[in-house]
């Protein structure tokens, strides 16, 4: 088992940023991708980013591209996500994730990922 707990989120203004990040445990070298999702009030959880175990390969979600930074802190066990230029439509409950497989092609479905993190409140105000 692998134990995830998500930390970062509150409120902020539009244009704003935060960082979250995602503290794992337990059988953490079964891990292959840490990935996150967020999921808005109404709508399905969606895929956000995700990284390699190593840390070395990176995926984003189109709306993530270019305001979003997933990275790995290997001596600390987090995969931390930097969002910047936040806007109302990011708000969202955050979650992260961890999968055993490598997801080379299938890293924003949520079906591939093993173990999910209770999630943090992430909201913008305009």
């Known amino acids: 088992q692998v134990q995830l707990?998500?930390?970062?989120?509150?409120?902020?203004?539009a244009g704003g940023s935060l960082?979250?990040?995602c503290a794992a445990s337990g059988r953490t070298f079964s891990t292959a991708v840490m990935g996150w999702f967020r999921q808005a009030p109404g709508k399905e959880r969606?895929?956000?980013?995700?990284?390699?175990w190593s840390g070395s390969i990176t995926?984003?979600?189109?709306?993530?591209?270019?305001?979003f930074?997933?990275?790995?802190?290997?001596?600390?066990?987090?995969?931390d996500l930097q969002m910047n230029s936040l806007q109302?439509?990011?708000?969202?409950?955050y979650y992260c994730a961890a999968?055993?497989?490598?997801?080379?092609?299938?890293?924003?479905?949520?079906?591939?990922?093993?173990?999910?993190?209770?999630?943090?409140q992430v909201t913008?105000?305009?």
Do not use: C, M
């Open 5 to 13: 707990v998500e930390s970062g989120g509150g409120v902020v203004q």
């Open 19 to 21: 960082r979250l990040s």
């Open 46 to 52: 969606e895929f956000v980013a995700a990284v390699t």
């Open 59 to 67: 995926y984003y979600a189109d709306s993530a591209k270019g305001r």
């Open 69 to 79: 930074t997933i990275s790995r802190d290997i001596a600390k066990n987090t995969v």
């Open 88 to 93: 109302p439509e990011d708000t969202a409950v």
């Open 99 to 120: 999968a055993r497989a490598p997801l080379v092609t299938r890293h924003y479905l949520r079906d591939a990922y093993n173990y999910w993190g209770q999630g943090t």
């Open 124 to 126: 913008v105000s305009s």
